[in-house]
């Protein structure tokens, strides 16, 4: 231990020297520590202020050491020297309670299946600065380990590994484990399983787009989760499960299971069912397998469904049923308007229970309420990535498909079908790139930064503070995180923040506002922005209350906490941040569109507005939403345009930042002209060329002068025009030109 190690990377505001501070002040690598015993909190209460279910009492770090990830690089070997500052390493090496934050952000490429064996650890992606931690390529496994918190990470393994056929994310043989606002997708197997594991609270998760027609060796297997073996008690608390072919869940094994206040879309051959596999009663002495509380679900059917108005199918008499409140939309309508069928929903063999025997660990709200929360709110919401802004997407308009493969992150469209050994596949785009923003500066690595200590009154060079009780009953570091988790913001000491609601909640549009003044300043409501205004000379916590409904559907969401912190300086403003554009194909004559996106690492973020600085003619810019427009003109068909777009931000003093956008527009074929007979004996003049352009028919007596007949822009070809004889006209001649 008397050893020092110095890592690459950057340290938050300067050079990096992640480290563990041991009980005799000697600095060790990667980490920092107490050594002089870890600080005991109340261990009864929730693992965090929102924390419900059956897992909700799990410690999670609580009291122990900081471990700093400060880069996205992995390793096999235990000996890499790239070991150090790693995700997996942060695990590996933890010997107590742990809490892992990040001054990185971006894509993890996992070399093998990423574990969590060990107990008493915390996963706080909501410290990763920028857009936030992304897992691909293998599995995220809770296994073996009690006691565990992962919050805030997004975990998208897809079939890069042509050996890969596990889920996202697993919890094997665990106890007290709460994971909370991750999203999950393109699996092999099921998106987020439950094996073995007992006090398991699952909530805020978004567990999508399982890959169906993949690299299993069972052939199709699309699903969402698999809850299976054991006595386990668990709760699934305000998830979304959409485009899964099934398996939004199975259940089966003598399970006690709380399904509550989840959404599932688009499911195919099944949304839920029971297999109940321990049915003699030398294995199964209660006489019942599947223990289940389905209460206030909203399932809404989609494209993909083949069951529309069954909700949960149960295998034997041995499933214990007890159901309220939930809703089933089966009509594809396009509109939010499901209705409550009761059991009408609920399919196979089963016994239903009038009431629940057990005390339930969480509170069901509305179905409709709960809806708007968990599309506003849910996922890894805290920078929501282009592939959830989709899926979000997807939901609301009851569009999307299921997916088979993961395609290139340029593929212009989000889904392309192709034939892969005779068989079509969807392919989705691919992992967006994630911006990346600076950390914020702390002076004693004990995951707390300075700015925050500095208006909490403590002292930001002596590490120990962190593990200090507040009066909530949590550590001062504990409540750091529950800060950066929920809507917050930063307001300078006697001075405003403005915050756009909108963004706050998940990029929803149409929603109505109402706000109320909580502690420690005012709040005040300006179309989609709320304005705080901090009390004078207040330096601390302040919150203020936040309500929307959504004017479509009557749905409605609140009183949400909004965190203030009011800091003895102001922040310095930071510079907005590009998602970087590939370069993109585009075709002559046709409308084209593409979203420029661009993150602000102030917190809170600022307001952006983007502007071109050069394009070709005709194109156009949308500058508070990115949209950049265009009808490609014919004549630069074979051309290779750029266009050069600003980004800027309402910080003092407003910053920008500027991108190239580079455009291959491809030529549009030359359209084609021929003259025939249809089946009825009519003279059809047909032109075969492609959609987008405006096509114009001309007429001619000499091939000298050309009259026009019609100016049509045609959406499929061939097309075709009826030429109507005229004995008395004399030969006549035509051909078909594209508008420039």
């Known amino acids: 231990m008397a050893t020092e190690r110095v890592g690459p990377g950057t340290r938050p505001g300067g050079r990096w020297r992640a480290c563990l501070v041991s009980a005799h002040g000697r600095f060790l690598p990667w980490l920092l520590g107490c050594g002089l015993g870890w600080a005991v909190a109340t261990w009864a209460q929730p693992a965090f202020p929102g924390a419900v279910g059956a897992g909700a009492g799990a410690r999670g770090g609580r009291g122990g050491d900081v471990y700093y990830v400060t880069n996205l690089a992995d390793y096999v070997s235990s000996s890499d020297p790239r070991r150090f500052g790693t995700l997996r390493y942060g695990i590996a090496s933890a010997n107590g309670p742990r809490t892992i934050v990040f001054v990185v952000s971006g894509t993890i490429t996992l070399s093998n299946d990423l574990r969590i064996n060990k107990s008493y650890l915390t996963v706080a992606g909501q410290t990763a600065p920028g857009e936030g931690i992304t897992l691909r390529r293998r599995s995220l496994i809770i296994t073996d380990a009690r006691d565990v918190v992962v919050r ?19 919890i094997v043989r665990a106890t007290n484990v709460i994971v909370d606002h991750v999203s999950t997708s393109w699996s092999v197997d099921e998106c987020l399983s439950v094996t073995h594991s007992t006090q398991v609270t699952v909530q805020n998760c978004w567990i999508t787009e399982s890959l169906n027609i993949s690299q ?121 308007d499901g209705v409550n069928t009761g059991w009408g929903m609920f399919g196979g063999r089963y016994t239903r229970l009038d009431s629940w025997p057990w005390p339930l660990t969480v509170t069901a709200q509305d179905p409709g309420s709960a809806t708007l929360r968990v599309l506003t709110l849910g996922g890894a919401s805290r920078a929501r990535d282009a592939v959830d802004a989709r899926i979000l997407g997807t939901v609301r308009n009851q569009t999307g498909r299921l997916v088979d493969a993961v395609g290139d992150p340029s593929q212009t469209q989000d889904y392309e079908v192709r ?51 507040g009066p909530t009953g949590y550590t001062r570091l504990e409540e750091y995180l529950h800060w950066r988790a929920v809507p917050h913001a930063i307001c300078p000491r006697n001075g405003t923040v403005e915050m756009d609601l909108t963004g706050v909640l998940g990029g929803w549009t149409g929603l109505q506002f109402e706000v109320q003044s909580g502690s420690n300043g005012t709040v005040r409501l300006e179309g989609n922005r ?48 590009w998602e970087p554009v590939p370069p993109l194909e585009l075709m002559a004559g046709q409308q084209w569109s593409w979203l420029l996106r661009a993150s602000d690492p102030d917190l809170p973020a600022q307001s952006l507005r983007f502007s071109l600085l050069s394009a070709p003619m005709g194109m156009a810019l949308e500058e508070e939403t990115g949209w950049l427009r265009w009808h490609v003109p014919v004549s630069l068909g074979g051309t290779t345009q750029t266009v050069a777009v600003a980004v800027m931000d309402n910080g003092e003093p407003p ?86």
Do not use: M
């Open 152 to 170: 805030f990470l997004r975990v998208r393994p897809g079939d890069l590994d042509p050996s890969f056929e596990g889920d996202a994310l697993s």
């Open 216 to 336: 299993h060796d069972k052939g199709a297997h699309g699903y969402g989760s698999l809850l299976r073996y054991g006595d386990g008690i668990l709760t699934f608390f305000g998830n979304l499960y959409a485009h899964h072919n099934n398996r939004n869940p199975r259940l089966g094994d003598r399970l006690r299971v709380e399904f509550v206040n989840n959404v599932i879309y688009n499911w195919g051959s099944r949304a839920g069912y029971s297999g109940d596999d321990a049915t003699d009663l030398a294995d199964n002495p209660q006489g019942f397998t599947n223990r289940l509380a389905y209460l206030g679900n909203h399932l809404i059917a989609g494209p993909s469904t083949r069951t529309p108005s069954t909700a949960f199918q149960g295998g034997t008499t041995n499933t214990w049923i007890f159901q309220q409140d939930n809703w089933i939309d089966a009509d594809r309508d396009g509109r939010f």
């Open 419 to 469: 034939t892969v050994n005779g068989t079509d596949l969807v392919f989705v785009r691919g992992w967006p790139a994630l911006a990346g923003a600076e950390a914020p500066v702390d002076s004693d690595l004990d995951g707390i930064p300075d700015f925050w200590e500095l208006a909490l009154g403590l002292n930001p060079r002596d590490s120990s503070d962190r593990n200090f009780i």
């Open 530 to 577: 709320a304005i705080f205004v901090a009390a004078p000379t207040a330096v601390g916590l302040a919150d203020f209350r936040l309500w929307a409904t959504d004017p479509a559907t009557g749905w409605r969401l609140g009183p949400e906490t909004v965190v203030v912190l009011i800091s003895s300086t102001n922040a310095p403003n930071r510079p907005p941040a």
């Open 655 to 740: 910053l920008s930042a500027t991108q190239t956008l580079t455009l291959i527009v491809r030529p549009i074929p030359e359209p084609q002209l021929q003259l025939a007979r249809d089946p009825e004996g009519r003279l059809v003049l047909t032109v075969a060329g492609a959609p987008g352009p405006e096509y114009g028919l001309e007429e001619s007596h000499d091939l000298q002068t050309w009259s026009p007949v019609l100016w049509t822009n045609p959406v499929a070809f061939p097309w075709g025009w009826e030429l109507i004889p005229d004995p008395n006209s004399g030969p006549r001649f035509y051909r078909i030109r594209l508008r420039p």
